[in-house]
């Protein structure tokens, strides 16, 4: 079965920098969710999207922006990166509606951002 | 604010042995609790998800309960093998229209063969 999709996988980026993370859904899933872990960390929620639209807000700094396309992927922008925000950002999906609602978040495998 | 603890932080069992891993939250208002392992460094797969008028879930040798009143839950892992060893991490669910999940630090599991 088809799984959520990260790009990149990993990424090294220079203080300052930015960064773009792309999340492709499971197939027919409406909602994705963005997760930060830090090293050591349990995974904290930065932001979520349902149908295109800003769903729930979480622990994301406003350094951040992050969207979702009509075609349901989503893309986390980061500016002016810090030290600290090297960490494993994940990418989850669900679906709230159609044939196929399930209140279960899929997980992708993640993108590992370092800061340098 | 919710906070949710699982404890111990790290459990090794010889191979074969049953164990139950324990995951506490503090606000019974929950949607429902996730349960979820992760390998090092890689991604968080969803083991078991139980909602909040369900008392457990079954997915093979897993089971999962859910005390919601008192704030539990427990994954139970029946005739462990060495393939189980990894982090076991559970996740609330506050409401429908509340989407985050809140994590537990997690239970680090070696399973000795």
Redesign the interface.
């Known amino acids: 079965a088809a799984g959520v999709i990260q790009s990149p996988r990993h990424l090294i980026k220079e203080k300052r920098e930015t960064a773009t993370l792309k999340c492709y859904p499971i197939p027919r899933h409406d909602t994705v969710y963005w997760y930060q872990q830090g090293p050591g960390q349990d995974p904290q929620f930065l932001i979520s999207f349902y149908e295109k639209m800003q769903s729930d807000k979480g622990s994301i700094p406003d350094r951040f922006s992050a969207q979702q396309f009509s075609d349901y992927h989503s893309e986390l922008n980061m500016s002016s990166l810090e030290l600290g925000d090297s960490a494993l950002y994940f990418c989850a999906s669900s679906s709230k509606s159609g044939l196929v609602r399930s209140d279960t978040q899929y997980f992708g495998p993640g993108t590992r951002l370092t800061v340098l | 604010k919710q906070e949710v603890t699982q404890i111990p932080a790290a459990l090794s069992v010889p191979e074969g042995e049953n164990l139950v891993l324990n995951c506490s939250f503090t606000d019974s208002a929950i949607?429902?609790l996730?349960w979820?392992r992760q390998d090092p460094?890689?991604?968080?797969?969803?083991l078991l998800?139980i909602?909040s008028s369900q008392r457990e879930q079954t997915s093979g040798r897993l089971n999962a309960s859910l005390d919601k009143s008192s704030g539990r839950s427990t994954l139970y892992i029946a005739a462990s093998q060495p393939g189980d060893s990894a982090t076991y991490?559970c996740?609330v669910?506050r409401g429908f229209?509340?989407?985050?999940?809140?994590?537990?630090?997690?239970t680090r599991l070696t399973i000795i063969p």
């Open positions: 949607y429902n996730q979820f460094g890689k991604g968080l797969t969803s998800l909602q991490l996740a669910r229209g509340n989407e985050k999940l809140t994590f537990g630090t997690g």
